[in-house]
């Protein structure tokens, strides 16, 4: 922070040091009055970054754990702080030209709306003391700001992206425009140059789009971009999935289905769990005919030599997903989701097997159970119950809506009971929607016919 504070006072020309040529303090502000105003910006900059890192704490504890974390918040105040800098050392340039929405631009892709929002006004307060700049520049930047975090402004898809940025120009100018009537034509608004500068500003927020990509591979993160790229069908991983184990494509893209209708229900990243899902079976290629989905006529379990073999090579799957999206350099975040959409469940039909076929035999139960960790988030969470219902649903022969229903809820049931969600903070009216989500599209996937009423054999025949 006093790093910081210190970038700030010597971005400001008035109590910035100017050296001589024979290496004399020119600069006679370089004084005690020069400790006094450094004091004031150390203050106002811990104040505000203060606040910041409080925020991160309380609703972001995971990145306030992480140095990279940490590092993202504050690289953004370092970033505009420099700018300004540079721009205020110019007799040309203005700091209504420096592109302050490319902040929560940038940021949305990565985090919710709310930090975006944090951020920006954070490097516009700082910005706003270490520059020449008014009231006005603070209001119309922070006025901008905020309406870029509400407007749709998903960068993967160009239309929208430059719909926004046209809308912040649009926001520039009428906000300018208001101040300038309210204050009866001010000799510093009314400058006609102050629009040329804004009209530059907008230009660049286009370098939004190539600076996340950046970002992403500083800081570790996995942006809307990214997400988008994985999910197109012809990646090489899905095209790897879709010939070698096309049943297990289909149940991953009915996965998804459920996870993006219940990641919408509830306010989650629907791109992220549609991603996840493509990806979460990806280990079924080293196998994929030992999975029912993809070999339905043939029980290749049956020339195995026990139930233990069966198990290692259902387990199998997670750990082989886990080697291959590693080995595609995948995204932490979509690893995660391999790793843990099975929890430490156990395989129940060769647990069970094992128990049928030799019940007086002793043998190590763990050889049945999925390593795990239990899912860690409301989005692995999410996971894991759309994996399993999907997966169950399908041994179901023409069920009716009650049905149905009965059977999602034993399904969802049965992972509370175990404990699989109890270290994602999924709460349980959001775990009462995701399931009433699931139920209302299952319905739709089974055509779920209508039970009819019983027909009274004894009646009266006109």
């Known amino acids: 922070m006093t790093i910081l504070a210190i970038g700030i006072l010597f971005s400001n020309p008035d109590v910035a040091p100017v050296l001589g040529p024979d290496g004399d303090l020119v600069n006679p502000g370089f ?12 203050l106002l900059t811990s104040l505000i ?44 340039l203005s700091v209504y030209l420096i592109p302050f929405c490319i902040v929560p631009i940038v940021v949305k892709n990565f985090f919710k709306e709310q930090l975006a929002l944090f951020l920006h006004i954070t490097v516009v307060l700082i910005a706003s003391y270490i520059s020449d700049a008014s009231y006005e520049f603070t209001f119309i930047q922070i006025l901008a700001g905020s309406v870029v975090v509400l407007w749709d402004s998903e960068t993967r ?35 006609i140059r102050v629009f040329g500068w804004l009209t530059v500003n907008g230009l660049l927020l286009l370098l939004a789009y190539p600076f996340i990509p950046i970002i992403e591979k500083i800081f570790g993160f996995t942006s809307s971009i990214s997400l988008a790229e994985l999910s197109d069908m012809n990646s090489p991983l899905i095209k790897k999935l879709s010939t070698k184990a096309p049943g297990t494509l289909q149940h991953s893209l009915q996965v998804g289905n459920l996870c993006q209708a219940a990641a919408n229900a509830i306010g989650l990243d ?81 647990y069970r097997n094992q128990m049928k076929d ?31 219902i999907e997966a169950a649903c399908k041994s179901l022969n023409n069920p009716t809506g009650d049905e149905l229903d009965a059977f999602v809820d ?16 999924l709460s349980f009216k959001e775990f009462e929607i995701c399931i009433e989500t699931f139920k209302k599209m299952l319905h739709s996937v089974y055509h779920v016919r209508v039970a009819y009423p019983e027909v009274q054999k004894n009646r009266l025949k006109l």
């Open 410 to 425: 034993k399904i969802a049931n049965a992972k509370v009971a175990s404990e699989q969600l109890s270290d994602s903070d």
């Open 49 to 92: 970054i203060g606040v910041l890192v409080s925020y991160l704490k309380r609703f972001y504890p995971d990145q306030f754990k992480s140095v990279k974390g940490i590092g993202f918040v504050l690289f953004w105040p370092l970033l505009f702080s420099f700018l300004v800098f540079i721009v205020e050392r110019s007799s040309v």
């Open 270 to 350: 629907s791109l992220l769990l549609k991603t996840a899902a493509l990806y979460h079976d990806i280990g079924k290629t080293e196998n994929p005919h030992y999975f029912i989905e993809n070999n339905p006529s043939t029980n290749l379990h049956a020339e195995l030599d026990n139930n233990f073999e069966s198990a290692r090579i259902i387990i199998g799957h997670v750990t082989k997903g886990i080697e291959i999206a590693e080995k595609a350099k995948l995204p932490k975040e979509i690893i995660d989701f391999i790793r843990t959409h099975h929890g430490t469940t156990r395989v129940e039909y060769f």
């Open 358 to 388: 030799f019940p007086d035999q002793e043998f190590d139960e763990s050889i049945f159970v999925y390593p795990g960790p239990k899912p860690q988030t409301k989005e692995q969470a999410i996971m894991m119950l759309a994996d399993s």
């Open 157 to 191: 898809k160009w239309d929208k992206f430059f719909v926004t940025v046209a809308v912040v120009l649009v926001i520039y100018a009428l906000g300018f425009l208001g101040i300038n009537m309210i204050q009866g034509q001010s000799e510093v608004v009314s400058d």
């Open 31 to 42: 004084s005690f009055s020069l400790i006094i105003k450094y004091v004031g910006y150390v």
